[in-house]
């Protein structure tokens, strides 16, 4: 089945340096790549996301790149502060029409 | 943007009873998501209800321990039924608008 493989699981950082979280996917018909920030106790939120037709997509400090074919996507944060603490779940819209979520980031910002 | 109503946002349940989760959509969407959520884990599907059809689960899950209901565009209930401890979880509910999934404020359960 579908299946969508995110790494790292932990990633710690100094403020103001930048940080990386990668993804795979298995359905090569996947065509919508959402990136979700969920703080502790609160529902998942949408910060950025990507379509297959598009290699790279930037919105203030963070970006998003998308590799088709070696079926892969990455969320870039640059400058982070500490509000950007937070769980960071990629995900994958299947050809099923359903949304596959990686395993999630724990991301924490060292002041 | 939509905004999805999600209740109760807790409730501690013993065991064998079964809890009715609603979620009520400010928009007429077609698809809907039903996830659970363990405490530090990912989202886990269990299910996709369409307006007018059954419910489609993903493996692992079945319709006699969680039955859904989507009545209409804008609602949808998930139970979860003959509950035991190993069901405690967040669960939350989701709709797609315009493929951008938005999510309820999620169900906290407490199986005791």
């Known amino acids: 089945g579908e299946n969508v493989e995110q790494h790292p699981s932990t990633l710690s950082v100094q403020e103001g340096d930048s940080a990386v979280i990668k993804c795979t996917y298995s359905d090569s018909a996947s065509n919508y790549f959402p990136w979700y920030k969920q703080e502790l106790g609160k529902r998942p939120q949408l910060i950025i996301d990507?379509?297959?037709?598009?290699g790279e997509k930037k919105d203030q400090r963070i970006a998003v790149t998308l590799n088709k074919t070696a079926k892969h996507f990455s969320l870039h944060i640059t400058e982070t502060q500490p509000e950007d603490s937070a769980v960071y779940f990629c995900a994958a819209y299947s050809s099923a029409s359903k949304i596959i979520f990686g395993s999630g980031t724990r991301l924490s910002i060292r002041p | 943007s939509a905004v999805i109503s999600q209740k109760p946002s807790r409730d501690i349940c013993q065991r064998g009873t079964s809890l009715t989760i609603q979620c009520q959509v400010d928009?007429?969407?077609?698809?809907m998501f039903w996830y659970r959520q363990q405490p530090g884990q990912s989202l886990t599907l269990i299910a996709t209800?369409?307006?007018?059809?059954?419910?489609?689960?993903e493996s692992g899950f079945v319709i006699d321990k969680f039955p859904i209901s989507r009545p209409n565009l804008t609602f949808s209930t998930l139970t979860v039924s003959n509950m035991s401890p190993e069901d405690s979880s967040i669960y939350l509910c989701s709709a797609f608008l315009n493929t951008e999934a938005f999510f309820g404020q999620g169900t906290r359960l407490t199986v005791v």
């Open positions: 990507i379509r297959s037709n598009v």
């Open positions: 928009s007429q969407v077609t698809m």
């Open positions: 209800a369409n307006q007018g059809s059954e419910a489609t689960y």
